[in-house]
C-alpha cells in the first residue's frame, strides 16, 4: 500500500457510466448521483456516461445533463458494443486520480462513494464491492451463477470474486494497467484480479434496478461466462487431452479383451447394440473436443483481427 493521499486538495475523481437503453433510469440516476456527490466537498468529480449505441432516448437524456452540469461529459458509440467496450472506453477518457465504474439503474449505490474515496485515501489501490446475497434474481440464475464462480476459480489461477460487481474504485496505475491490456475478448471481472494490486472489499445487499430491464438473459450470461472461461485458462483444452486419453485407455482394454475372447469362444457375430454405443459415445467424445477447441481458435481469430473495441460516434470530451 501506498502512503496516506491527502484529499483536502480538491482531488479529481473520474466517475465512468455505462449505459445502454436507460432512458428510464438516467434522470433517477442523475438526481441521486449529483445529491452524494455534492456532499463530497473536497473533491472534483468528472462523470462520463458512455452511450453505448442506445436506441431510445438515452443519448438525449445524457447530452441534456451535460448542457446543464459541466462536470458530465458523454461518450457516444456508432453502435452497441457491449458493456466491457463502454468500461473500457470509460476507463481511457477517464483523469481523475481515482477512477470508479458504476451502472446507472441504481443497483450501485451512490451513497458508497464517500467511503470508496476515504478508503483509497488510506492508500488503497483498489476499492471493490461485492453483493453478499442475490435477492431478487431468478433462482436458476442464482444457481448457475453460483457454479460458474465455482468452476472458474478451479480451474483458473486468477481469483474472480463471486457477488463481485464491476462497482469498483480504482487508482490511476490500477486503470493504466487495464487498459494496458489491449485483449479484444475483454472480461474485465477477471482483468481487475489479474492485474493484481491491493484491494479493499465492501459488501452491501443486492438492490434490484431503478427503472428498466436487465439487459442480461440466461443465454447471454452463459456465453459471457463461456467467454470468462476461454479468457482466462486454458483448462478445458487439457480437459480434451485428458478424456481422450482415458477413452483411449478403456478401448484399448477392451480390444484385449476382444481378441482373447474371440480367441477362446470364436467369432461372436452378434453385438450391433454395444457396437453402435461405442461409436456414438466416441464420436459425442470427439465433438465436444472439437468444439472446445473450436472456442479457443475463434478467440484467437478475433484477437488477431486487432479491431479496435469500440467505434465513438461523438462526444463533448
Ligand atoms: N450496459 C451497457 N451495454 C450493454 C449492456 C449493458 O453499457 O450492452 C450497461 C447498462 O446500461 C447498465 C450496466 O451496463 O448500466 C449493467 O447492465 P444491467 O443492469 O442490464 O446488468 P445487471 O445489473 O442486470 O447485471
Ligand atoms: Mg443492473
Request: proline share 3%; aromatic share 12%.
Amino acid at each position: 500500500m501506498e502512503s496516506s493521499n491527502n484529499l483536502k486538495d480538491n482531488t479529481l475523481i473520474s466517475i465512468v457510466v455505462p449505459c445502454y437503453n436507460e432512458e428510464k433510469a438516467l434522470t433517477p440516476f442523475y438526481k441521486e448521483l449529483v445529491r452524494n456527490i455534492d456532499n463530497i466537498k473536497y473533491c472534483n468529480f468528472q462523470v462520463i456516461f458512455i452511450d453505448d449505441g442506445s436506441s431510445d432516448k438515452t443519448l438525449e437524456i445524457a447530452m441534456d445533463i451535460c448542457n446543464k452540469d459541466k462536470r458530465f461529459k458523454y461518450i457516444s458509440f456508432s453502435r452497441n458494443f457491449g458493456k466491457e467496450a463502454a468500461m473500457l472506453a470509460g476507463l481511457k477518457a477517464s483523469e481523475g486520480k481515482y477512477t470508479v465504474v458504476m451502472d446507472c439503474d441504481l443497483q450501485d449505490p451512490p451513497s458508497l462513494l464517500k467511503e470508496m474515496i476515504e478508503t483509497m485515501d488510506l492508500g488503497w489501490s483498489s476499492v471493490a464491492t461485492r453483493r453478499c446475497t442475490r435477492a431478487g434474481e431468478p433462482i436458476i440464475r442464482s444457481f448457475f451463477a453460483r457454479k460458474f464462480y465455482k468452476i472458474i476459480n478451479k480451474i483458473s489461477k486468477v481469483d474472480i470474486v463471486d457477488g463481485a460487481r464491476d462497482f469498483r474504485m480504482m487508482s490511476r496505475e490500477m486503470v493504466d494497467a487495464i487498459i494496458s491490456l489491449n485483449e479484444y475478448n475483454r472480461f474485465t471481472k477477471g482483468i481487475f484480479g489479474w492485474v493484481g494490486f491491493d484491494t479493499k472489499w465492501i459488501e452491501y445487499e443486492n438492490i434490484e434496478r431503478v427503472d428498466g430491464e436487465t439487459k442480461w438473459s440466461f443465454f447471454g450470461l452463459l456465453l459471457y461466462g463461456i467467454e470468462g472461461i476461454v479468457a482466462f485458462t486454458t483448462a478445458p483444452l487439457r480437459l480434451a487431452s485428458l478424456i481422450g486419453m482415458i477413452t483411449s485407455f478403456i478401448s484399448f482394454i477392451y480390444i484385449v479383451y476382444t481378441f482373447i475372447k474371440t480367441l477362446v469362444l470364436g467369432i461372436d457375430v452378434p453385438g450391433y447394440a454395444s457396437l453402435i454405443s461405442f461409436i456414438m459415445f466416441l464420436g459425442g467424445i470427439q465433438l465436444i473436443a472439437l468444439g472446445i477447441i473450436g472456442e479457443y481458435i475463434s478467440k484467437t481469430y478475433m484477437e488477431v483481427k486487432k479491431r479496435p473495441h469500440f467505434i465513438i460516434k461523438e462526444t463533448n470530451l
